[in-house]
């Protein structure tokens, strides 16, 4: 099993950037495709970004594409999320999760298995 940690969450003003970071112990986390997903108060958790275990395919959801870039380095056994051009609806509590082979819909939180257990991300309107 892994167990994904995620770190690097914050307050900035809108317009701003933050680079969340997932970490994992156990195994490591180039055994699974990863994904972040984020909740905000009174709201469904929703995809945010996903990659596959190579790195060799991603995918964002459309309120973010342009602004978020999901990486991960395989050798550092670490993901990361950027996050430019910050806007007060990007608040929310941001999880990273693993999923095991075979992805079907890594937009979906049901393929994943993993999850941390989130960080705050906070930008005031």
């Known amino acids: 099993q892994v167990q994904p940690v995620e770190s690097g969450g914050g307050l900035v003003q809108a317009g701003g950037s933050l680079r969340l970071s997932c970490a994992a112990s156990?195994?490591?986390?180039?055994?699974?495709?990863m994904g972040w997903f984020r909740q905000a108060p009174g709201k469904e958790r929703e995809f945010v970004a996903a990659?596959?275990?190579?790195?060799?395919?991603?995918y964002y959801a459309d309120s973010v594409k342009g602004r978020f870039t999901i990486s991960r380095d395989n050798a550092k056994n670490t993901m990361t999320l950027q996050m430019n051009g910050l806007k007060p609806e990007d608040t929310a509590v941001y999880s990273c999760?693993?999923?095991?082979?075979?992805?079907?819909?890594?937009?979906?939180?049901?393929?994943?298995?993993?999850w941390g257990q989130g960080t705050q991300v906070t930008v005031p309107s």
């Open positions: 999760a693993a999923s095991s082979p075979p992805d079907y819909d890594l937009r979906s939180a049901d393929d994943y298995e993993y």
């Open positions: 990659i596959s275990w190579s790195g060799g395919t991603t």
């Open positions: 156990g195994r490591p986390l180039s055994d699974y495709a």
